[in-house]
C-alpha cells in the first residue's frame, strides 16, 4: 500500500520569507499523481498544486512550487515571499491507479508578521 | 474551479439516532464522490469511494452497515451514519471527482458531527 510521511508537523516562517515543506511517499508503481493541499481554519480543503509523476518539470503555481524527486520518492512544496494568509494546515496527497487518495498527516504552518 | 457543497454543516444528535449528510457537485456532474473522516489535529482518512448507481467500495475497517452511502445521480452523494456513538463524532468530508483522463479533485466544506 501507498504511504504518504510528512515529517515536519509544524513550520514557522517570517512574513515574506520562503519556506519549504516535506513530502516523501512509498509506491512501486510508475505512473500517479501528487497534490498538496492546503486546510485553512475553516476546515475547506483547497488544492495548491498538482504533479503528474511522467512530467520531469517541477510544478509551479504563482508562489508556490514543487521539487518533484521521483528516484527518491520526494515531493517538497515550497513557498515564496510568505503571506499571513499561507497559515494553515498542508497535507500531502498521492493519487495511484486505483484513484484513492492518501494523505500525510500534515504540516502545520505558521507565518508571522 | 468546481464547487461541492454539503449539508449540514454541523450537526448534533443523540446516542442511538441516524444522521445524514449530503454532498452535491454543483456546477460539474460526478460519477465517482469520495467520503473521508477526519479527527481533530489529524489527517484525512478514505472511508468510501461512492459511484454513481452501484454501490460504495468501503475502507478496510470501515462498517459499511453503520456508515450507509448512497450515489443515487450524477450530483448527490449521501452519507448516514447509523444509530449513532459519542466515537462516530468527527468531521466528514467529502470531494467530488470533476473530468476524466487527468482528473481533479475537489472538496466539500466538511461536516462536524457530535453525538451526544
Known amino acids: 500500500a501507498q504511504t504518504v510521511t510528512q515529517s515536519q508537523p509544524e513550520m514557522s516562517v517570517q512574513e515574506a520569507e520562503t519556506v519549504t515543506l516535506s513530502c516523501t511517499y512509498d509506491?512501486?508503481?510508475?505512473?500517479?499523481?501528487l497534490f498538496w493541499y492546503k486546510q485553512p481554519p475553516s476546515r475547506q480543503m483547497i488544492l495548491v498544486i498538482r504533479?503528474?509523476?511522467?512530467?520531469?518539470q517541477n510544478a509551479t503555481e504563482n508562489r508556490f512550487s514543487v521539487n518533484f524527486q521521483k528516484a527518491a520518492k520526494s515531493f517538497s512544496l515550497k513557498i515564496s515571499d510568505s503571506q499571513l494568509g499561507d497559515a494553515a494546515m498542508y497535507f500531502c496527497?498521492?493519487?495511484?491507479?486505483?484513484?484513492?487518495?492518501?494523505f500525510g498527516a500534515g504540516t502545520r504552518l505558521t507565518v508571522k508578521p | 474551479g468546481a464547487v461541492v457543497s454539503q449539508h449540514p454543516s454541523w450537526v448534533i444528535c443523540k446516542s442511538g439516532t441516524s444522521v445524514k449528510i449530503e454532498c452535491r457537485s454543483l456546477?460539474?456532474?460526478?460519477?465517482?464522490m469520495f467520503w473521508y473522516r477526519q479527527f481533530p489535529k489529524q489527517s484525512l482518512m478514505l472511508m468510501a469511494t461512492?459511484?454513481?448507481?452501484?454501490?460504495?467500495?468501503?475502507e478496510q475497517g470501515v462498517e459499511k452497515d453503520k456508515f450507509l452511502i448512497n450515489h443515487a445521480s450524477l450530483t448527490l452523494s449521501t452519507l448516514t451514519v447509523t444509530s449513532a456513538h459519542p466515537e462516530d463524532s468527527s468531521f466528514y468530508i467529502c470531494?467530488?471527482?470533476?473530468?476524466?483522463?487527468?482528473?481533479?479533485?475537489?472538496f466539500g466544506p466538511g461536516t462536524r458531527l457530535t453525538v451526544l
Open positions: 470531494s467530488a471527482k470533476e473530468g476524466g483522463g487527468v482528473w481533479t479533485q475537489y
Open positions: 509506491t512501486s508503481e510508475s505512473d500517479y499523481y
Open positions: 504533479q503528474e509523476a511522467y512530467k520531469q
Open positions: 496527497a498521492y493519487r495511484g491507479n486505483n484513484n484513492d487518495m492518501r
Open positions: 456546477d460539474f456532474q460526478a460519477t465517482t
Open positions: 461512492s459511484n454513481e448507481g452501484s454501490k460504495a467500495t468501503y
